[in-house]
């Protein structure tokens, strides 16, 4: 019922260690909302000038498009999941804690290399929302 009840211990090494958790409803959204607001800002950063370009109705089309794509590559692509969520908010939502002789905060999130950044993002993202695949393992255990 409660997220933050689930957690795991994730190894790296010997002896390092991150105990990440369940992200809640509120916290997926908030790695979402960070997500669009990044991608927001690329398109700021093309510039208006395309944006005018576009009419609404071609806007309109081709966010129809855009949304079609990403369902077609959610199914044939088991990484794509992980493109609707910000990493570093995800780490901050999802790290509990580690061996590392600093508090996880920003600074130490920052330097993170970036295998280790991206299995445990992706690791968080697995935790919070297992593939139907696991689910059906699951079900079947249970039945």
């Not at 933050?4 to 105990?19: H, M, N, P, Q, R």
């Not at 369902?71 to 061996?99: C, N």
């Not at 950044?117 to 393992?137: G, K, R, Y």
Request: hydrophobic share 35%; proline share 1%; with cysteine.
């Amino acid at each position: 019922m409660f997220a933050s009840a689930t957690k795991k211990e994730l190894k790296f090494g010997d002896s390092d260690f991150i105990v990440i958790r369940k992200l809640s409803g509120y916290q997926l959204d908030l790695c979402r909302d960070e997500a669009s607001a990044r991608n927001v800002g690329h398109l700021r950063r093309l510039g208006g000038e395309l944006l005018t370009a576009m009419n609404s109705a071609e806007m309109e089309k081709a966010a129809a498009k855009l949304k079609e794509k990403r369902a077609e590559k959610k199914e044939s692509d088991p990484k794509a999941k992980y493109e609707e969520f910000d990493r570093m908010t995800t780490l901050k939502q999802g790290i509990v804690s580690w061996s590392a002789g600093t508090d996880v905060a920003d600074e130490g999130l920052r330097d993170l290399d970036e295998e280790t950044a991206q299995s445990t993002f992706e690791s968080i993202i697995d935790l919070t929302l297992p593939s139907l695949a696991q689910i059906t393992v699951q079900e079947e255990k249970g039945s």
